[in-house]
């Protein structure tokens, strides 16, 4: 069985009913995975899940998936995490998800449909996780006494990865870690700052103001076409203010940086969302874009971050190789012209896939850039998912890799 064969076979088993678990959801959606491990609707994952459904031209699905992030922007005024974890969200992808069914169907009601919700997220965003600086960051909004409750899971799970001593009770690496499973990359090192390796609430984060930007861009081109010309004016200056603030705050020696706006220094750690610029179209910089490649390349792919002297790497730092990373990356070499590195991209990324899926016979949630295995870390087991894995792994076959 070929590794399309095996997706098309499983991805019917990753559809939900409504009324699953007693959800009560206005109508059938995806799962990241066919077995028992992710069972719930996953904000961010559903974007990638639509990439795949999107490229194998499965409209309905895909518009399904949408309408389920439709209804959780008008019931609580954001999109939650996943449709059992409500006090966070997650990376806003949603009107990125309705610009390409747009861009797939041509039918103006795709954008009259979604335009409402698309407006109360991105409202959520500038309202609630705004910074001094005029940039966006991922915050904790679980209630103290939830943060309370798993303080010891937490606080466990980092064990030995801070400097910083914590009390029993503390709930400030609850806070933490929640504020950092918002950005969907949780969790990864890059907002250290003095001893602690978790002080996210000092950070304006980069791969937040890039999709910020991006969905900027997008909701305005969708509102010309429904011929909303002022509104759209509005939010090209959100998007034009926030470009000159994404490289007056984010760049360093060319390279672009997550950014602490308390301490004011960037981040120590290099990431693959220093290549969002180039992904979302807020710089052209070849030059800049081939040195992030350089930096994070790897026999069998880019990784997640460049290597860093640690013993403790958590799950979103080297050597891991994640899909939803993979994808922006290769669309920013395309857009740069840069065919070499974007072959890399979608060349090791389709290897990893099909070497462990003849391995194992099946598909993982993550993979390995030093050794073209599935990538392990200490915090849970790797899963074996659908999901974005199988859904980059679709587009890449649909682009002719």
Known sequence: MSVRDFIRENNPKTIRDPNFNGKNLPNAYMTPC???????????????????????????MARNNLKIMEYFANKHGFIPNADHLLYGSQPPLFTRGVYDLYMKTRD???????????????????????????????????????????????????????????????????????????????????????????AIKKFACLDLNCLLYDAEKKFAEMLRIIKNDAKAERFEQKAEKRKELINKYFLKD????????????HSFLLTAA?????????????????????????????????DFESENKLQW??????????????????????????????????????????????????????????????EYQTPTMLGWSAGIYEYFCEEGY
């Open 317 to 378: 730092d080297f050597p891991s190789v994640w899909p939803p990373l993979v994808y922006f990356e290769y669309i920013a070499f395309k857009n740069l012209n840069m065919q070499e590195e974007a072959d890399f991209v979608a060349k090791t990324y389709k290897n990893n896939v099909e070497y462990n899926f003849e391995k194992t016979g099946k598909i993982w949630e993550k993979y390995n850039a030093l050794t073209n295995e599935v990538s392990y870390s200490f």
């Open 254 to 265: 060319g390279l672009y940086y997550d950014y602490n706006f308390v301490d004011k220094e």
């Open 108 to 198: 103006i009601n795709d954008i009259l449909y979604f335009v409402d919700a698309i407006e109360k997220e991105l409202n959520f965003w500038e309202e609630k996780r705004q910074t001094e600086i005029g940039l966006n960051q991922y915050k904790c909004a679980w209630p103290d006494e939830l943060c309370k409750e798993n303080a010891s899971y937490f606080n466990n799970r980092v064990n030995g990865f801070n400097e910083i001593e914590l009390q029993e009770g503390d709930i400030e690496m609850a806070k933490s870690c929640y504020a950092i499973a918002e950005s969907g990359m949780d969790i990864n090192s890059k907002y250290y700052s003095k001893g602690n390796r978790f």
């Open 274 to 306: 220093s290549l969002y610029p180039y992904t979302f179209g807020i710089s052209s910089d070849k030059e800049g874009a081939k040195k992030v490649f350089n930096l994070l390349r790897q026999k069998y792919g880019l990784t997640s971050t460049v």
């Open 34 to 60: 066919s077995d028992d491990t992710f069972q719930n609707f996953y904000y961010w994952d559903t974007y990638f899940i639509n990439v795949g459904l999107l490229a194998n031209n499965d409209i309905e």
